[in-house]
């Protein structure tokens, strides 16, 4: 037992050394030139480790918590972290899944307990991750507040909230379409092949994905190119070899449109909604952050920034039908409709390249996509929030347990990385531990 503890012990401590060596920059108060993180380089594997904790290398807006914190129990169980599950014919443990895709940390928690919590490298309790496009899946729960509320129709058109839409493409699409990203937009979401000139070149410049100091420079009361996301909504064209509502496209652009409706609709800017009606009811320990493009909009489709474990609290709520904390923080009657999947929005999912086994990004464990949430299981209430570089929040309401991860892999995509297979593969060996 010393021996398989001990070995444990040095598994993991090689671990933590492999994730101090990826990640050099910035680490010293005298940084060599080649490990300085800048605007061109943040979401390298040699710098990301360090700019997903330092997001205010971008302008940022502050999402303030309050009131008491709600405490998370520990229950913890030190087997969970050695629990060994089979994937593409090979064994892995959960630890060795996460580690293997250079996690930052993880928490498992199960009926409200945390049963096993882990950070790497210089990743701590207390130090804040970007949550890149897993913001998408909480701005869509912010979306359904508002239709609880009565002040948003998910039937109705962009453009008979957003004025400033009226006859754009966007414009003219139903709310709900934004929200299962069936819009059939002219743009790609290849994060590996940007082409200058391209309208989604032009839009990562928008949300710092690219840096744009040409646009930084600009004087807005002399120069009208559009700066900012909302500006450049009206640019995003339909896809003439696609049809709107057919089938699901994984399309950035449509959180934006939400974001914006949301301020539109609430009368407040996204990070004050947030905060308002969000994060001060969860019961958080820390404040929060939201990334933002040049002119101080949040990026609602990648921008939101937080500590690990309230990026957990999040997915307990989520767990227990929106209620946590003595508040019903998001709609249950939204989130009963996010996982009650039409017979077309299955449709949508299935015609996908994500449903084809031939398309380097198949996933076995989706359903579906509905109101920016990655379905896995609507029976059982499962469901994934997804970021770029390996940021995962694993909600599975039949057995209330949570799983949130922050990383910092070595490529953007979640679904073409190999090494990120493993770790979505023990989420569920982690819902089958727990199986009575």
Do not use: C
């Not at 070995?7 to 401590?13: D, G, Q, R, W």
């Not at 910092?408 to 297979?421: F, P, Q, V």
Request: proline content about 3%.
């Amino acid at each position: 037992m010393k021996l398989k503890l001990l070995a444990v012990i040095t598994s993991m401590s090689a671990a933590m050394v492999s994730a101090n060596e990826q990640a050099k920059a910035m680490y010293s108060p005298f940084t060599q030139a080649k490990d300085q993180v800048t605007l061109s380089n943040w979401m390298h594997p040699d710098h990301n480790h360090w700019s997903f904790q330092n997001v205010g290398i971008h302008p940022s807006l502050v999402v303030p918590r309050d009131g008491n914190v709600a405490v998370l129990p520990e229950n913890l169980d030190s087997n969970i972290a050695r629990l060994t599950f089979e994937y593409g014919g090979e064994k892995f443990t959960v630890n060795e899944a996460m580690v293997n895709d250079r996690t930052d940390g993880y928490v498992i928690i199960k009926d409200g307990h945390i049963v096993h919590e882990q950070y790497f490298g210089t990743f701590s309790a207390k130090k804040q991750h970007l949550w890149a496009s897993s913001t998408k899946s909480l701005v869509g729960q912010a979306i359904g507040i508002l239709v609880e509320q009565g002040k948003l129709d998910p039937e109705h058109t962009v453009d008979s909230y957003i004025e400033q839409l009226k006859g754009s493409y966007f414009g003219k699409q139903k709310v709900r379409t934004i929200l299962n990203m069936t819009t059939a937009l002219d743009y790609s979401e290849d994060y590996a092949n940007i082409t200058p000139g391209s309208v989604h070149y032009e839009y990562f410049r928008r949300i710092g994905l690219v840096p744009s100091y040409d646009l930084m420079q600009l004087d807005p009361k002399k120069d009208a190119t559009p700066r900012g996301l909302y500006q450049f909504a009206s640019e995003f064209q339909h896809n003439s070899g696609l049809s709107v509502n057919h089938q699901f496209e994984y399309h950035s652009p449509n959180v934006d449109i939400a974001g914006w409706l949301i301020a539109e609709v609430s009368g407040k800017p996204l990070h004050e909604f947030i905060a308002e009606n969000i994060w001060y009811k969860l019961g958080v320990e820390h404040d929060a952050s939201f990334m933002a493009d040049m002119t101080f909009t949040p990026v609602a489709t990648g921008g939101f920034t937080t500590t690990l474990k309230d990026f957990a609290r999040v997915g307990v709520a989520i767990a227990n039908d929106g209620k946590f904390n003595g508040h019903q923080v998001f709609s249950k009657a939204w989130l009963d409709d996010t996982f009650k999947l039409t017979d077309d929005e299955r449709k949508h999912m299935e015609r996908s390249v994500y449903k084809d086994r031939d398309s380097g990004v198949y996933d076995q464990w989706l359903e579906g996509y509905k109101n920016y949430l990655w379905i896995h299981d609507s029976e059982k209430g499962i469901a994934t929030f997804r970021g770029i570089f390996g940021q995962h929040l694993y909600v599975n309401q039949q057995q209330n347990l949570v799983v949130a991860t922050f990383s910092s892999s070595e490529s953007a995509s979640n679904a073409a990385r190999t090494t990120n297979l493993p770790r979505l593969a023990a989420f569920e060996a982690i819902a089958n531990h727990y199986v009575d």
